[in-house]
């Protein structure tokens, strides 16, 4: 159910407060797009929300989709849920909101963390998803002890947010968004970042570090557009290369220095 829906802006599209049966109220942007065109969905990546990720895409992608981009749980005016961060939820998540706009089939486009949800998407819901895109993404993003450590890391600092009271953890958050604003950043992207519910966040890190999708990827049979980041300093490209590689259908590859 759409709860309320924000005008479009000059700097943005209209954005919608949705209620997700059994799941909560999120956020969602949307781009009408040409009648009848398909549905494409973006995914943020991690730390980020919708607006962050995609402010410059939504008017191109605008002119030949229906566009729709939602901020994750944890993330922005996402879903703040009383459970732990999953990233098959968030692809649940997705399925539910393509159900509140009345959209059968789309094409999941997911950059870093929302490349995982995207899979998980197509695995989850394969009947729905009609194509991929992917980008500055991975099937696993951890294999050595250090790198599993340090995402373990972020599990037990989420557990011990748990801990702060309410009025703290607003402390913390205007204290993040006063660090931000002196970052350079734009007002409305400071206000975004320090909008996040940082123990979800903190247990989406924990998620991305366990995520390995190579055991059932072969069996996604959709064809694919993989966008390589070939400057990458979160993802490596190595990495980024054998997704590509182990996608079942065809795929297209493109490298961007980035």
């Not at 799941?23 to 969905?41: K, L």
């Not at 002119?63 to 649940?92: E, K, T, Y």
């Not at 995402?151 to 801990?163: I, K, M």
Request: hydrophobic share 40%; aromatic share 8%.
């Amino acid at each position: 159910m759409i709860r309320r829906t924000h005008a479009a802006t000059r700097d943005f599209p209209q954005g919608h407060e949705v209620d997700l049966p059994g799941r909560g109220r999120t956020f969602v942007r949307e781009v009408a797009g040409p009648v009848g065109a398909p549905t494409v969905i973006l995914l943020h990546g991690w730390t980020a929300t919708a607006d962050l990720n995609w402010f410059t895409c939504f008017d191109a992608l605008g002119r030949h989709f229906r566009v729709l981009a939602p901020d994750h749980r944890g993330h922005g005016r996402g879903l703040r849920p009383n459970g732990g961060f999953r990233l098959s939820d968030c692809a649940d998540d997705v399925a539910a909101i393509a159900d509140v706009f009345g959209v059968n089939t789309f094409i999941p486009v997911g950059y870093s963390m929302g490349g995982a949800i995207a899979q998980l998407l197509a695995q989850r819901h394969e009947m729905r998803v009609r194509g991929l895109v992917l980008a500055a993404t991975a099937g696993y993003f951890a294999s050595s002890r250090d790198e599993r450590l340090n995402f373990l890391g972020l599990n037990g600092l989420a557990r011990l947010s748990r801990l702060l009271s309410a009025q703290t953890r607003s402390w913390v958050t205007e204290q993040i968004y006063l660090q931000r604003k002196t970052q350079s950043l734009a007002d409305w992207a400071a206000r975004q970042i320090a909008s996040h519910d940082w123990r979800h966040v903190l247990e989406a890190g924990s998620e991305i570090g366990a995520f390995d999708s190579r055991r059932w990827l072969n069996d996604i049979d959709v064809p694919a557009a993989m966008i390589i980041t070939t400057k990458d300093q979160v993802v490596p490209t190595r990495r980024q290369e054998e997704l590509a590689a182990s996608l079942r259908s065809s795929t297209v590859t493109y490298r961007v220095e980035a």
